[in-house]
């Protein structure tokens, strides 16, 4: 057996251990506050980036490029593993999480800029993300680097994202939508590993954010408006 997998094996023993008693509430039923949507990135740290350590509280899914969007034969529809919670459980905050430096981003924007060849899994959830990410990649300003470019196409990403759970029939008004950008790349000017929020509920004018929501605006920023 591979030896990272027995190191993975060795840190579950002591997780086990840690959390024993911490399922006592959760064994039959679970009611988390929050569902959050995060991308698939061995950087992003889901729980962590929370400091959650309690089972039943949050509600993770991960996709490439934090989607919230499935495609059915009816059409695009919200993702089953993000409406689950919101449906069954009780939970009414959505929380889209991108990240600086965005794999997912950064292939849909060389697949619309260049073309790109990826096996067809991936090439599929690129293909999701395209028609949200493209009337963005129009609008990018002609003199930002490649780089800059990537991050504001990560929040225009979110915002999209966010905007699809708000006007889906499937999730309640009562639903808090945020978005937010995990920074470890040093973008936002805080610590690396800072959450920073860039939409509520579809509003993204940051002085009116940081009005509405003045508990947590030392946590509000873009980096782009349009």
């Known amino acids: 057996m591979d030896q990272t997998f027995v190191d993975l094996l060795a840190r579950n023993?002591?997780?086990?251990?840690r959390f024993d008693s911490r399922f006592d509430d959760?064994?039959?039923?679970?009611?988390?506050?929050?569902?959050?949507?995060?991308?698939?990135?061995?950087?992003?740290?889901?729980?962590?980036?929370?400091?959650?350590?309690?089972?039943?509280?949050?509600?993770?899914c991960g996709n490439i490029g934090n989607r919230v969007v499935q495609r059915t034969a009816v059409g695009e529809t919200v993702s089953?593993?993000?409406?689950?919670?919101?449906?069954h459980t009780g939970t009414e905050i959505a929380v889209v999480v991108g990240h600086t430096g965005c794999g997912a981003v950064t292939a849909t924007y060389d697949a619309l800029t260049q073309g790109v060849s990826?096996?067809?899994?991936?090439?599929?959830?690129?293909?999701?993300?395209?028609?949200?990410l493209e009337p963005g990649?129009?609008?990018?300003?002609?003199d930002l680097s490649r780089p800059d470019s990537i991050n504001h196409l990560v929040e225009?990403?979110?915002?999209?994202?966010?905007?699809?759970?708000?006007?889906?029939?499937?999730?309640?008004?009562?639903?808090?939508?945020?978005?937010?950008?995990?920074d470890f790349q040093d973008v936002y000017g805080g610590r690396r590993?800072?959450?920073?929020?860039?939409?509520?509920?579809?509003?993204?004018?940051?002085?009116?954010?940081?009005a509405d929501h003045p508990e947590i605006e030392d946590r509000i920023d873009r980096r782009w408006e349009y």
């Open 13 to 17: 023993a002591e997780h086990a251990e």
């Open 26 to 60: 959760v064994q039959d039923a679970q009611h988390p506050a929050v569902v959050t949507v995060c991308c698939s990135d061995s950087r992003v740290l889901q729980d962590h980036l929370w400091g959650n350590d309690e089972p039943g509280r949050i509600f993770t």
């Open 80 to 87: 089953g593993d993000v409406l689950y919670p919101i449906e």
């Open 118 to 132: 990826e096996p067809d899994g991936i090439g599929h959830c690129l293909d999701l993300l395209k028609p949200h």
């Open 137 to 142: 990649v129009d609008r990018l300003p002609a």
């Open 156 to 182: 225009y990403n979110v915002d999209r994202q966010v905007q699809f759970l708000q006007e889906s029939d499937d999730v309640p008004d009562s639903v808090t939508v945020v978005g937010a950008v995990y």
């Open 193 to 210: 590993g800072e959450v920073h929020v860039v939409n509520v509920d579809g509003e993204t004018n940051v002085p009116t954010l940081r």
